[in-house]
C-alpha cells in the first residue's frame, strides 16, 4: 500500500464536519479495505475536527489525513487563546496519565455529564473508541493535535 492523505483548510461549521467525516470513511474504504479502520479514521476525523472549530480563535481550521503502510494519523491545526491551550495540554497529559483509556473515558463522561458547553469528551472518545494515541504541539498560539494508530498486519487487507 502506497501512503495516502488528503489535507484540507478551511473555515468550517458543524454540517462541514459531518460531510468531511463521511469523506474521510468513504475515502479510506476503499484505500485501506478495512471497514474498522476507516471507522476510526472517520471518528477521529470528526472528533478532532469539532474540537478545532469550537476552540479557533480566528475560525480557521486545518485537516490532513494520512494512510501509510504502518500507521494512519489524523492531525488538526488551529489558534487558540491561553486559556484554550492550556485546558488542551491538561486534558491531553491526563488522558496520557491514564493506563486504562476505556476507565478515563468513563470517569471523564461522569465528570462533564453536567457541563453547559460542550462534552469534552472528543479527545478520550478518540483514545477508547478509536483505540488511537493522541499528541499535541504547541506553537505560541497554534495548536496541532495528531490522533495515530498503527494499521494491522502492517495494511495488508
Excluded at 471518528?43 to 480566528?58: F, G, K, M, R, S
Aim: glycine fraction near 4%; charge should be negative.
Amino acid at each position: 500500500m502506497q501512503p495516502s492523505y488528503f489535507h484540507v483548510s478551511f473555515r468550517p461549521n458543524i454540517k462541514l464536519i459531518s460531510t468531511v467525516r463521511r469523506f474521510t470513511e468513504a475515502f479510506y474504504d476503499e484505500i485501506i479495505d478495512d471497514r474498522e479502520m476507516s471507522e476510526r479514521v472517520a471518528l477521529a476525523t470528526h472528533e478532532l475536527l469539532e474540537n478545532a472549530v469550537a476552540y479557533a480563535v480566528d475560525g480557521e481550521t486545518s485537516v490532513r489525513v494520512e494512510v501509510h503502510p504502518e500507521y494512519l494519523a489524523v492531525r488538526t491545526w488551529n489558534r487558540a487563546n491561553p486559556e484554550r491551550l492550556a485546558e488542551l495540554k491538561e486534558m491531553i497529559d491526563a488522558l496520557h496519565a491514564s493506563d486504562d483509556p476505556d476507565r478515563y473515558y468513563q470517569a471523564m463522561m461522569e465528570k462533564t455529564a453536567f457541563r453547559n458547553d460542550g462534552s469534552g469528551l472528543g479527545l478520550a472518545r478518540i483514545r477508547a473508541e478509536a483505540d488511537m494515541t493522541i499528541t499535541y504541539e504547541l506553537d505560541a498560539d497554534q495548536v496541532c493535535i495528531e490522533a495515530k494508530a498503527p494499521i494491522p498486519n502492517g495494511g495488508t487487507p
